[in-house]
């Protein structure tokens, strides 16, 4: 899992497995950023999850969010070497104004 | 389309000049931000902006400063760059608050030799 000042995690699957990557946040948060980072290139968002929701899915991606735990978790399904890339959780910070970004998870799918 | 674009994406600079990072986005965004990324380590955040001339110190703003004189356009400034200022620098922008999505530009890879 990652957040805080933990250094970024590797995960190596093959191609076709699933994989599951989890996030702890520290402060109450009512939505979920996870972003998607490739090499040489900015984060971009994959799902935004809300309270309100606990799962969301899109395409291969699902992600929960589970407030009571202050934990949100981001699911790929038959992972494809498209998606080695670095995966990020954010939640805002109190007062909604300043994105804070955990540490990151590199995911690595071999063919 | 929804951009943020930087300039420059790469820059080399000798210890003791100063820098200019440029950034603007074309949503017409209130909220823009610069972030620095070292390897193996998250996003970290330097300055946000809520709009023009309305700007806030994020976790490590000691170094650094930023303009933002029109909507569209936020600029990082490094006064007398020092070598443990290089890294990669995101500029980011969002509509209002961070219950939304916010939006990355590509990243310029700084040097301070």
């Known amino acids: 899992s990652q957040w805080g000042e933990e250094n970024l995690q590797a995960l190596s699957i093959q191609e076709g497995e699933d994989v599951t990557m989890n996030c702890s946040y520290k402060t109450y948060t009512t939505v979920v950023h996870w972003y998607r980072q490739d090499s040489g290139r900015g984060p971009a968002l994959i799902i935004l999850?809300?309270?309100?929701?606990r799962e969301k899915r899109s395409g291969r991606l699902r992600a929960t969010l589970d407030t009571s735990s202050q934990s949100s978790s981001l699911s790929i399904t038959a992972a494809q070497c498209e998606d080695t890339a670095v995966y990020f959780c954010?939640?805002?910070?109190?007062?909604?104004?300043?994105?804070?970004f955990g540490s990151g998870t590199q995911l690595t799918v071999m063919p | 389309d929804m951009k943020v674009t930087q300039m420059p994406r790469y820059l080399i600079k000798r210890m003791g000049e100063n820098v200019l990072l440029e950034c603007g986005q074309d949503m017409s965004h209130e909220t823009m931000y610069w972030y620095r990324q070292d390897p193996g380590l998250g996003l970290q955040l330097i300055y946000i902006s809520y709009d023009v001339d309305s700007n806030s110190e994020g976790d490590i703003p000691k170094g650094y400063r930023v303009s933002r004189k029109k909507r569209e356009h936020f600029s990082l400034i490094l006064d007398s760059a020092k070598t443990n200022q290089t890294s990669v620098y995101f500029c980011?922008?969002?509509?209002?608050?961070?219950?939304?999505?916010?939006?990355f530009g590509k990243g310029t890879r700084l040097t301070v030799v």
């Open positions: 954010a939640t805002p910070s109190s007062g909604s104004w300043q994105l804070i």
């Open positions: 980011a922008s969002s509509w209002g608050t961070t219950n939304t999505e916010v939006f």
């Open positions: 999850i809300r309270s309100n929701e």
